[in-house]
């Protein structure tokens, strides 16, 4: 049987009355709005929300303040809280995450490529962003906007903050481009309607777009490489390649990647190859391991054409015998495409090398392949001669590595 409405209300209202230490307990476990709302309930759950140590939890999980920066500030935590707020609320639900990403991926360029960390610009201000979205006549989206709040992309510099790539006759390296140059090259052509750059490679022209609207088949705030649909009847229809759904999963995501190790550094350079822990063979002291990457840059749908390239990494291990140095003779490759197709391609050494592997020595290549469906796999092995014993040939084994295009569609322009 339900309570009398007199003990009900007598209920609600023996909160208050609690000791000042439990009180506090409860109140601990309050988001920031409730505790907010608290002090508007009565005098002393105003006095008691106000209690600084509540808002250091608040300090730390929306806005990343550490004990030394709380010092710094010379501030309480619910000073801060409050303060930050005023001028980075509306990215409450960004903040925290874009800004461990960024304090990760600079901590790592600063063991790693600690000339990059020179490109980053400093934030910009709300008005400044404001100001973006008055020339372009788009709302730009909120995590973006948090992201610039924290750093403003990257001076138009080599290497690029967003991942390089390099074949013997293409060089490509994205900087992140700053809030500015973003809208300088703002698109409303056809194809690109209502498309803003992020990246830039000042090798290629090559950018990665985010769509600011949903037209022309893209999905709001869908990011993609383009490529000219070269068989369509309309000269403005582009091929998107996706590499992002959201701002926040396509930076995060790719800062992830980096900070983790999952792209190489290479000459100071972010490469961005993709490694497949299982990729990896091993032939009595000799590691053979792959990493690939699919350039948007180099590829079309329309004619079927999806360029891939490959950096294989040849060990020996440190503990092999010093007789069993030798060299690398040849190379067996076996291709098949998504339809089962095969191609078989032998030849002497690897683009035009013949080296000598000896414990504890790494050998690495890039080469490249295209293929006329969007997926492919490759397998092979590599012939070696014993120079203590030159009678002496065997095979390293090359591990199947498949290489898979992005998802695309093409634009409805």
Known sequence: MAAPPDVELSAALSLELLPTDPLLLILSFLDYRDLVSCC??????????????????????????????????????????????????RYIHYYATLKKAWDDLEQYLGQWCPRMIGSLKESVREEDLDAVEAQIHCKLPDDYR??????????LVVPGLMGSMALSNH??????LDIDTAAGGFQQRLGLKQCLPLTFCIHTGLSQYMALESVEGRNKYEIFYQCPDQMARNPSAIVMFITGTSYLEWFTSYV?????????????????YVHDKDCVATTEDITVSVSTSFLPELSSVHPPHYFF??????????DALPENICQLESRY??????????????GPGVVGEFPVISPGKVYEYTSCTTFTTTSGYMEGYYTFHCLSNKDRFFNVTIPRFHMVCPTFKVSTA
């Open 146 to 155: 948090c992201s610039f709040r924290i750093h403003n992309g990257q001076k």
């Open 40 to 89: 508007y309930l009565n005098r002393r759950l105003n006095q008691l929300s106000s209690h600084d140590p509540l808002w250091k939890r608040h300090c730390k999980k929306y806005w990343l303040i550490s004990e030394e920066e709380k010092a710094r500030r010379n501030q309480g935590w619910r000073a801060i809280f409050i303060s930050t707020y005023c001028d980075l609320g």
């Open 171 to 176: 060089y490509r390296s994205e900087d992140l």
């Open 256 to 272: 992830n990647k980096v900070v983790t190790g999952g792209y190489p550094i290479i000459r100071d350079q972010i490469f961005r």
């Open 333 to 346: 490759w076996r291709i098949t495409n998504a339809k089962g197709d095969v191609e078989e391609v032998q």
């Open 309 to 318: 390239t490959y950096r294989i990494r040849i060990e020996m291990s440190k």
